[in-house]
C-alpha cells in the first residue's frame, strides 16, 4: 500500500509551479498544494497539514528566508526544502543556518528529481520522528517502572547466580540497611539455616503462577523476621536471573503461629479433660495418655514426667523421653520447691532445654508435673502447664477412688530414678 505524501509549494513563478508538476505527474502518491506568496503559504500551513514543504527563496513581500524562520517557530521538525535560481554557496549557507533540511537550485534536473528528493526527506523525518515517540515511550515507561519500584509497598529484587543485582528501598527496609548494602550479596546470607531450601528452589524453572515462599530472615540488626517472597525466572543483562519480590509478614506470622500454638493446646487440654470426665478402666493409661497429650500441647516438648509424692519420696509415674534427662533436672531440685510454687528455668549443661514444672494437688495428696522443651517462652508453657493441671488432679482423684495406683512396667525405670536421687527434700 502506497503511503500517501501531502506536499506544500510556495512559488511565485507560474512556470516554475508548472514544470514542478510535471515532475510529479507519474507519482500519484504525493498531494500537491500550492501558494503563490510567503503570507499565503503560512496561512495554508496554520489550517492543514503537511509532510513537507518547499519554499522559494525569492517571493513577493515576505521573502523566503523568513518563511522559513516562521515556520520553525511552531514547528521543528517538518521538512523545509528551499529552493532557488542562484546557486551560490553564501545563499546555502544562510538557508541551513536557519535550518532548512535541504537546498536546492532550481533546474530541468532537479525538478525531475524531486520526488525522490521529497520521498527520501519525508522518510527520514518520519523515523527521526517514530525514533522520539519511542524514545520518549521508553522514558515514560522507565519513569513508572522507577516509580513504581522505588515506591513499591513490597520488596523488589533480581538475583543473579545466587547474588542481589537490583534491590528497591523497601529490601533494605526489610533487612533493615541501606539497599546498596545489599547489591552483590548473596541472598542464603540472610536466611535462617533451617530455611536453606527455599534458596536451592530459587533456581527452578517452575511453570505456571509463580510459588510463593516463606522465611525466616536475619537482619543487619540481629532481629528475626518473616517474610513471604516470589519469584520468576527471567534475562537480566541477556543472562538468567530471578525476579522476586517480598512482603514482610512477621505480624501475620506470628499470629498464625500463636494461632497454632493456642489450637495445639486446647485440643491437649480437651483430650486431658475427656479422660478425666470419662476415665478408663486402668487409670494408669489415662495417667500417661494425660502425659503424652502435655507433650503434643508443649511446642518442642521433649521430655516430661509426672510425679507422686509417696511416702516423702517423689515417685516418677509417667514418663516421655529420655528417663536420664529427668534425673538430671531433678537432681539440682529441691522436691519441696517443685510441690510448692509453679516454675520455669533453664538448665545449665549439654541440654539447652527450658525446664517448667507445676504442683499437683488431689485430694490431700500432692505431685508435680515436670515438661522439658526447646520452646523459648517460658511464661505461655508454664500457663499451659497450670491450666492442664487440674483436669491430670481429677484423674489422680480417680485413681486414689479406685485405690493406690498400682506399678506397671515401669517399675525398672522408677527403681532406677529413686535410686538415682528422686527423694524428698
Not at 526544502?81 to 551560490?88: A, E, L, N, P
Not at 528475626?224 to 516470589?230: D, K, S
Not at 486446647?266 to 494408669?284: F, G, H, K, Y
Not at 507433650?295 to 515417685?315: A, D, M, R, Y
Amino acid at each position: 500500500m502506497v503511503v500517501p505524501y501531502r506536499i506544500l509549494i510556495i512559488e511565485d513563478d507560474p512556470e516554475h509551479a508548472d514544470l514542478i508538476k510535471m515532475g510529479f505527474r507519474k507519482h500519484d502518491e504525493f498531494f500537491l498544494d500550492f501558494a503563490s506568496t510567503g503570507e499565503q503559504g503560512l496561512e495554508m500551513i496554520g489550517s492543514c497539514s503537511y509532510d513537507l514543504i518547499s519554499v522559494d527563496l525569492v517571493l513577493p513581500g515576505m521573502g523566503g528566508l523568513d518563511v522559513l524562520v516562521k515556520i520553525r517557530k511552531f514547528d521543528q521538525d517538518i521538512p523545509v526544502v528551499m529552493v532557488s535560481g542562484h546557486g551560490t554557496t553564501e545563499l546555502a549557507v544562510v538557508a541551513f543556518e536557519n535550518r532548512a533540511t535541504k537546498y536546492v537550485v532550481k533546474s530541468m534536473e532537479s525538478f525531475k528529481s524531486l520526488p525522490y528528493i521529497f520521498e527520501n526527506l519525508i522518510q527520514e523525518a518520519r523515523f527521526k520522528a517514530n525514533e522520539r515517540a519511542m524514545r520518549k515511550e521508553i522514558e515514560r515507561s522507565e519513569r513508572i517502572h522507577r516509580s513504581v519500584v522505588e515506591n513499591s509497598l513490597g520488596g523488589i529484587y533480581i538475583l543473579q547466580d545466587g547474588a542481589f543485582k537490583l534491590v528497591n528501598p523497601k529490601i533494605g527496609e526489610i533487612f533493615g540497611c541501606e539497599q546498596e548494602a545489599l547489591v552483590g550479596m548473596p541472598f542464603w546470607h540472610l536466611i535462617q539455616p533451617d530455611d536453606m531450601q527455599c534458596v536451592s528452589r530459587l533456581d527452578r524453572g517452575i511453570d505456571g503462577p509463580a510459588p510463593a515462599y516463606e522465611s525466616k530472615v536475619i537482619r543487619n540488626d540481629g532481629e528475626q523476621r518473616w517474610i513471604e517472597f516470589r519469584t520468576v525466572p527471567i534475562k537480566y543483562d541477556g543472562q538468567r536471573a530471578v525476579l522476586g519480590n517480598i512482603v514482610d509478614i512477621t505480624g501475620r506470622k506470628e499470629l498464625e503461629i500463636k494461632l497454632v500454638r493456642t489450637n495445639r493446646e486446647l485440643e491437649a487440654i480437651s483430650s486431658i479433660m475427656s479422660r478425666a470426665l470419662q476415665p478408663e478402666s486402668d487409670v494408669e493409661v489415662d495417667i500417661n495418655g494425660a502425659l503424652a497429650d502435655l507433650e503434643s500441647g508443649i511446642e518442642g516438648g521433649e521430655v516430661g514426667g509426672i510425679f507422686l509424692l509417696e511416702g516423702g519420696n517423689l515417685v516418677l509415674r509417667s514418663l516421655f523421653g529420655p528417663v536420664e534427662k529427668l534425673i538430671g533436672f531433678i537432681e539440682e531440685r529441691d522436691s519441696k520447691v517443685l510441690i510448692a510454687a509453679p516454675n520455669v528455668c533453664k538448665m545449665e549443661g549439654s541440654y539447652d532445654y527450658l525446664w517448667a514444672s507445676v504442683p499437683l494437688d488431689f485430694k490431700g495428696a500432692k505431685g508435680a508435673i515436670v515438661i522439658a522443651s526447646t520452646s523459648s517462652d517460658g511464661d505461655r508453657c508454664l500457663a499451659f502447664l497450670q491450666r492442664a493441671a487440674p483436669h491430670i488432679g481429677r484423674i489422680l482423684n480417680a485413681s486414689c477412688s479406685k485405690g493406690s495406683l498400682r506399678r506397671s512396667q515401669s517399675e525398672f525405670l522408677l527403681t532406677k530414678a529413686q535410686g538415682a536421687g528422686l527423694q524428698s527434700g
